[in-house]
């Protein structure tokens, strides 16, 4: 379904115009011409009813206002080839990118975050995370492990991960494609993806491929608002952030991000 955005006009503009009206955010004039006006209203509406403040009258935002049963975004994954990615992944070996994308896509694909937006972020969380195209453990590091300390102790106590304790913060270290971290993620996004509690009792299961790709997704999908408006407003350290939690591959993720977004359409 394609959008509505500033400097468009016609029959369908007039109709989100008098729509708009209804729902008490004028747009202005009546006159079928997507102005600042009608994005003004636009963007009210958004903010009212949650949805991301984008001024554009997408899917979502015309489904919401009763315009439109369908609001499915646009898909851009059959963009997405071995030879795009390979350009976004300069160091990486094209076979790992061969043989894992397929992977990506499709567990993208299964939670509906096809769009140009959410396929990117995946990707350059990928390049940011793993730039090896394939699912990784964490490594012993300063933010990980005390000085003399046992592996991972530092993610021992970490309430905000779920751990309890020794052990849990090597048990539950980070894995996969975006590096899920602690015990509340493995349980949340291991029942998510129709794993139960196997993930839990098995936490290496996410680094199987298939599988690290699914927890990807799932972690992207339950951020994927706050995500998208981070994106909106050009602030790609945030969006990074609502993902790893501060600014660790900003530079690849940010670079990926960019030749991606000049790549596909």
Known sequence: MASLKEDDSGKK?????????????????????????????????????GLLVDGVAGPRTRAALGLAEDDT???????????????????????????????????????ELGDKPMVLMALATIRAETEGFVPVGEGISKYNTSPNGHPFDLYDNRRDLGNNGPGDGERFKGRGFIQ????????????AIGLGEQLLETPALANDAVIAAKLLASFLADRERAIKQALVDGDLAQARKLVNGGAHGLDRFTEAYRIGNALIA
Do not use: C, W
């Open 13 to 49: 503009v007039l109709k989100l115009q008098r729509r708009l009206q209804q729902m008490g955010f004028s747009p202005g004039d009546l006159d079928g011409e997507f102005g600042p006006s009608t994005r003004a209203a636009v963007l009210a509406y958004q903010r009212s009813e």
């Open 73 to 111: 975004l646009t898909s851009v994954i059959p963009q997405v080839t071995v030879t795009v990615v390979s350009r976004m992944f300069p160091l990486t070996p094209t076979g790992n990118i061969k043989q894992h994308l397929q992977e990506v896509l499709a567990a993208l694909e299964e939670k």
């Open 180 to 191: 899920l971290t602690g015990r509340d993620n493995y349980r949340t996004h291991g029942v």
